[in-house]
């Protein structure tokens, strides 16, 4: 069983520029959700994705979008980077419909934006 | 809307002795409840939940946790902790569904620290 894999490890970026992270769901999983981790901090709840469209959003601005893909993998996209979006930026793939209601998580994309 | 404190942000402790880390939600509605645990540079990993049922949950590296309803707290326990545990403790919460996956609300996480 593969589990949930996040790419690229680390990122550093400029401010205003845009970024794109990646993420494989655990095989046998439809449902992605992506948090945002700053230092020091829990993670935040950013939005998910179901069937392709997305399933539910935090707080956070239209600049963070995302898309999902037939294979249930996803990216998130941040357009106009600031300083206080660098972050540690999580993955997490689950399953509607079933009765674990568990979240497995990736390593992380560590993002730094100067 | 769901909220949790995490009641401490650092517990030192030293080795084979027993840990308790405090956990207290706030909600509206009936929630799941969980805790997580992170190493240093890695992603979350599942320790153990509580979904229904017995309100004592065990979970996996010894810990256990006890749901307590009318203090709405979710503590979790270890009776002898090891130099390994060393890491970052997370307790969240999720609301109660049929089946469908919503987000979890984390807590700002408790570092638990062991010395030898």
């Known amino acids: 069983e593969t589990g949930v894999t996040q790419s690229p490890t680390h990122l550093i970026k400029t401010r205003g520029q845009q970024v794109t992270l990646r993420c494989s769901s655990q095989?046998?999983?439809?449902?992605v959700s992506w948090y945002q981790q700053a230092l020091g901090q829990g993670p935040q709840f950013i939005f998910q994705?179901?069937?392709?469209?997305?399933?539910g959003r935090g707080n956070f601005p239209p600049r963070f979008s995302g898309l999902q893909f037939p294979n249930y993998s996803s990216e998130l996209n941040v357009n106009a980077l600031e300083l206080d979006d660098s972050a540690l930026y999580l993955c997490?793939?689950?399953?509607?419909?079933?009765?674990?209601?568990?979240?497995?998580f990736g390593p992380g994309t560590r993002l730094t934006v100067t | 809307a769901q909220s949790v404190t995490q009641l401490d942000s650092q517990v030192p402790v030293f080795e084979e002795a027993p840990v308790e880390l405090r956990c207290n939600y706030s909600?509206?509605?009936?929630?799941?409840l969980f805790w997580y645990v992170q190493y240093p540079n890695q992603g979350l990993q599942l320790l153990l939940k509580y979904l229904s049922g017995s309100t004592l949950v065990k979970g996996i590296n010894g810990f256990e946790a006890e749901f307590n309803k009318s203090q709405t707290s979710f503590h979790l326990r270890k009776p002898s902790v090891h130099i390994s545990d060393t890491a970052e403790y997370f307790c969240a919460v999720s609301r109660v569904s049929g089946g469908s996956n919503y987000k979890l609300t984390f807590g700002k996480g408790t570092l638990l620290t062991v010395n030898p």
């Open positions: 909600s509206s509605v009936s929630v799941y």
């Open positions: 997490a793939s689950s399953t509607q419909g079933g009765l674990s209601y568990e979240q497995y």
């Open positions: 994705y179901y069937r392709e469209e997305e399933n």
């Open positions: 095989s046998g999983h439809n449902t």
